[in-house]
């Protein structure tokens, strides 16, 4: 059964600390993304990663930085944390970029 | 400006009633991607079209890139249906463009 993970699944942190997002997946996707979705403002795109240590911004990339070591994770870290990061994270994977993308279960991510 | 416009915005159906989403592009899309977001945040994959029709359960979608809409039919509406629907389309770019969905109460 094809899927995407994402740990945890629920956090709280308090400004100014480090957070480490995590996902995985185990479809061997080339590529994964990392989004945030907030009331009235949608999906939004932080970073696409097309491979291994071949990461991009996406539209709204200020505040955040990704890892990608290994194909199947993708981390998103966020160094020294504002409230304004509060929202939920999306994680998903695609067998190429311009093809069908597989969502995770969401992280929802509260910043005091 | 939106380069996906979802209509309606929100929609109440009874159950075993149907009804129709639209998603209109701006400029000409590739292919769509209508997702399902659950009462418990879930993003469900519905379908993927690069053209045509797709066909799932009581679920419809179609396609027309020249005409730049794709629709999603829900025939037979349950209360699990309830949720927002969206509809994104790939950009040259890799990035996805989403729609601001549509939200679908299914009334009992």
């Known amino acids: 059964d094809m899927k995407v993970t994402q740990m945890p699944r629920y956090l709280i942190k308090r400004m100014g600390e480090n957070v480490l997002l995590e996902c995985g997946q185990d479809m061997s996707h080339e590529t994964m993304y990392w989004y945030r979705q907030d009331p009235g403002l949608g999906l939004q795109l932080i970073y696409i990663?097309?491979?291994?240590?071949?990461?991009s911004e996406g539209d709204i990339p200020k505040g955040y930085r990704v890892s990608r070591k290994k194909r199947e994770h993708f981390s998103l870290i966020l160094d020294s944390a504002k409230t304004n990061q509060t929202s939920v994270y999306f994680c998903a994977s695609s067998p190429d970029w311009a093809y069908e993308q597989y969502f995770g279960p969401g992280t929802r991510l509260t910043v005091l | 400006g939106d380069q996906v416009e979802q209509s309606p915005s929100a929609l109440s159906l009874h159950e075993g009633t149907g009804s129709a989403l639209r998603c209109n592009f701006t400029t000409t899309m590739r292919a769509v991607q209508w997702f399902q977001q659950n009462s418990r945040g879930s993003l469900i994959n519905l379908f993927y079209l690069a053209s045509g029709t797709k066909e799932n359960g009581r679920l419809k979608s179609t396609f027309n890139s020249k005409e730049s809409y794709s629709t999603l039919h829900i025939r037979d509406a349950q209360l699990e249906d309830s949720g927002t629907y969206f509809c994104a389309a790939p950009r040259s770019n890799a990035k996805l463009t989403f729609g601001k969905g549509t939200k679908l109460s299914v009334k009992s």
């Open positions: 990663s097309y491979d291994v240590d071949s990461n």
